[in-house]
């Protein structure tokens, strides 16, 4: 029997060309623009959340405890935790970003504390030489760096130890070269450093992660 073409199988979906494929998408990925160009204007047109002159109440995370403070909008981390919280083994030698005295983690990596101003760790892990240990269980990195001798007058070894346990903690199989970058924004003038290469691998070869990162 012959079939008419009312009989013919329709199609299910209608029939679509290139062109107007790529002219369909282009015009949603015009209209998807649009839509976060207006979010984004949104945003602009609310401006810049403004903190300060007047001190700011914040809640941070020091040593993986939130930790109510008022600070000035232009108090870095280091006066917060030396001169509020009494956190004193962060030491700060020359105040502006050449020694690395005051080395701290923020979200595990490090950070000199008196380059950072307090506002901008809002919403970040603060790890200072006081929370690297875990209860009375030292950081393999700390443990190491008495175990090797790896200190003098003492200044500088906060600094250090957080600079070589982030790496250890990176980089377990970390190599002296390693070792020397990541304290080579250290000054020691105690002269420490064959020591504290020494310790920093010796924690490494013992496979010594800490017991993490509050
Ligand atoms: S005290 Fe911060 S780098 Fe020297
Ligand atoms: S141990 Fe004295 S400055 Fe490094």
């Known amino acids: 029997m012959a079939h008419?073409?009312?009989?013919?199988?329709?199609?299910?979906?209608?029939?679509?060309?290139?062109?107007?494929?790529?002219?369909?998408a282009g015009a949603s990925a015009i209209s998807a623009t649009l839509v976060q160009t207006a979010a984004e204007a949104a945003t602009a047109a609310a401006?810049?959340?403004?903190?300060?002159?007047?001190?700011?109440?914040?809640t941070l995370s020091i040593n993986g405890r939130p930790t109510?403070?008022?600070?000035?909008?232009?108090?870095?981390?280091?006066?917060?935790?030396?001169?509020?919280?009494?956190?004193?083994?962060t030491k700060v030698g020359c105040d502006r970003g050449a020694c690395s005295a005051c080395t701290v983690w923020l979200d595990g990596e490090v950070a000199a504390a008196c380059m950072t101003l307090v506002l901008d760790t809002r919403g970040?892990?603060?790890?200072?030489i006081e929370g690297l240990a875990k209860g009375d269980e030292l950081h393999p990195v700390q443990r190491a760096f008495v175990e090797n001798d790896?200190?003098?007058?003492?200044?500088?070894?906060p600094g250090m130890v957080m600079s070589?346990?982030?790496?250890?903690?990176?980089?377990?199989?970390?190599?002296?070269?390693?070792?020397?970058?990541?304290?080579?924004?250290?000054?020691?003038?105690?002269?420490?450093?064959?020591?504290?290469?020494?310790?920093?691998?010796?924690a490494a070869q013992a496979g010594g992660k800490g017991k993490g990162k509050s």
Do not use: I, M, W
Request: glycine residues 8%; proline residues 9%.
């Open 4 to 24: 008419s073409d009312d009989d013919a199988p329709k199609p299910l979906l209608p029939k679509l060309s290139r062109r107007a494929f790529f002219t369909g």
């Open 47 to 58: 401006g810049p959340t403004v903190l300060g002159p007047e001190p700011e109440p914040l």
């Open 68 to 89: 109510a403070v008022t600070v000035d909008p232009g108090t870095t981390l280091a006066d917060l935790l030396r001169n509020q919280l009494g956190l004193t083994g």
């Open 124 to 128: 970040r892990k603060v790890t200072t």
């Open 150 to 157: 790896a200190l003098q007058c003492g200044f500088c070894t």
């Open 164 to 202: 070589c346990a982030a790496l250890v903690d990176r980089n377990p199989k970390c190599t002296l070269d390693d070792v020397k970058q990541a304290v080579s924004g250290h000054l020691c003038r105690c002269g420490t450093y064959p020591n504290v290469f020494k310790a920093t691998l010796a």
